[in-house]
């Protein structure tokens, strides 16, 4: 992971919603929200975008923005079903981040 890489992760982290939209989707089955058999088949783990819209309280078009940004910076993985978007946490690329991200922060001997 570049520099540049990890910078935008730490950006995406440093707005206390989308750190806690993180959080909720570390334990998914909190959020109420009922799936599709389908998605929880294909793409478990995941939760509705106007589920997490619900539990943030704000509007529809600031939560999509946000999750966007995380999936960008390789935080989130989502998936389309019908006129719905479904995100959940990219364990690799948050695997990867935490890694690198330690790796900078520990002095060299």
């Given amino acids: 992971m570049k520099d540049q890489d990890m910078l935008a ?3 995406a982290l440093s707005n206390e919603t989308r750190l806690n939209i993180l959080c909720w989707l570390r334990e998914p089955e909190k959020l109420e929200y009922d ?9 478990p783990g995941s939760v509705c975008v106007g589920s997490i819209q619900e539990k943030s309280g704000l509007a529809q078009s ?17 998936r389309r079903y019908g006129q719905y978007t479904y995100y959940r946490l990219n364990d690799t690329g948050i695997d990867a981040f935490l890694e690198q991200f330690a790796a900078k922060l520990k002095a060299r001997k």
Avoid at 35 to 43: A, D, R, Y
Avoid at 62 to 78: A, D, P, R
């Fill in 9 to 11: 992760v730490l950006k």
């Fill in 35 to 43: 799936l599709p058999e389908v998605i929880k088949q294909e793409f």
């Fill in 62 to 78: 600031v939560i999509s923005s946000y999750l966007s940004t995380m999936q960008k910076s390789g935080l989130l993985e989502s």
